[in-house]
């Protein structure tokens, strides 16, 4: 190898002595150098650096075709070109079977005079090419992530100083493909937080809306009580149906917030605490169903009660009577006045409850979403509600060791079925410190 730097050359070239010719060229690559550490300082695609480089490359050494490969693991993949002819764009080989390999493997250049006679390079790939003579060098020398190729039509054996330019286009190579990862890397974040910023605006806008619509009603009640009392109407016949509607909308409030705490806590790690005590879940089911008994005429919905007998078992009475309360507030909602069947039935060791009812059912493009908090799917489509109910239902049943599933048709209802151990096991009982 000679120290020289063959580029191709201005025709005026010819009027210089050969020291001050090989002066110029270098100074033309590095001017080359400086304008591809410009060009690469301002893109910030792999697609784009590759077509720098690849350029470039070519132009540097005055090759008849330069390639870009990137490592893939064991394979070598010829990502982009520039050549007099076709080479291998778009092609994977094994990494220890190509000499693109071979430089990575071993963190150095390859300089290739005669193709054919060298072991290293895979005769049937290049048979079909132009290539007889070839230089490559690995992008970073640490832990090589590619390598830039030059190639020649005639036989050539790369000197030190294209190696050298080579080496030099590599080292900017590798700091721009470092740079458009990290550039990725923060598009990304940027991404997630305006989302995260996004749903948090939009769950609050829904929460203040579901949080209005009770709090009205409840004012409402407040002054037609107020009303009735300056009318000194202390025995008006009103007056207790009044006060049971602002307390009914006073209880609205009171769960809609105490759903928005829960989902809050748990959002931040923490865990339902569960009050332990032994009860009769048929009789807790009824009790529910009784505080719908109004709700359900209003909305024409018939409820029925399936249970053979007792099932008794070791629970939170609150939190079940919660997931029931969210299951048949929205066989309600969805319901369309049709009837609404909740099944009770002891199992062994476990009691499993169905709420069934024959409403709209659920959209397939739902499904996988309704069981999700507000915050990781962003708020669930929105039909008066805050997308709170299942997934405060399904941290509910999980800790207690149960689990919650649905079966759904459109237009033909929806089945939500829920099994839950006889006594909380194992998972809960670590929440269950707070027994009282
Ligand atoms: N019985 C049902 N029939 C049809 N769709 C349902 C039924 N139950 C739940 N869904 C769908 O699942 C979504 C999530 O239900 P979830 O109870 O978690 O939230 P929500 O009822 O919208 O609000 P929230 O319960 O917090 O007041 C609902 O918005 C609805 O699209
Ligand atoms: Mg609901």
Known sequence: MTDSVPQASPSSDAALSPPARVVRAQLS???????????????????????????????LTGADGATFVLREGKNCFYADENAIAPLWKGRRFPITGCISGWVMLNKQAAVIEDIYADPRIPHEAYRPTFVRSLAMVPIRTSSPVGAIGNYWAEPHLATDGEVKLLRALADLTSVALENAQLYGQLQQRIGQAQDAVRTREEFISIAAHELRTPLTALLLQLQRLEGLSRQGAAHDERLPECAARATAGAQRLAALIDGLLDATQLSHGGIIQLKLEEFDLVEAARDVLE???AAARSASCELQLNAQSAVR?????????????????????????????????GRGEGVSVEVSDQGVGIAPDLAGKIFERFGRVGPIAHSGGLGLGLYLAREVLDAHGGSIRFWSKPNQGCTFTFDLPLRASAKSSAATHSVA
């Open 313 to 345: 078992g070791y629970w939170d009475r609150l939190r079940l009577e919660q997931v029931l309360t969210n299951l048949l507030s929205n066989a309600l909602k969805y319901g369309r006045g049709k009837p609404i069947r909740v099944t009770i039935e």
């Open 29 to 59: 690559a590095t001017e080359r150098l400086v304008q591809v550490a410009q060009e690469l300082s301002t893109v910030r695609e792999l697609r784009e650096i590759m077509s720098v480089v690849r350029d470039a490359a070519r132009e």
């Open 291 to 293: 505080r719908f008994a």
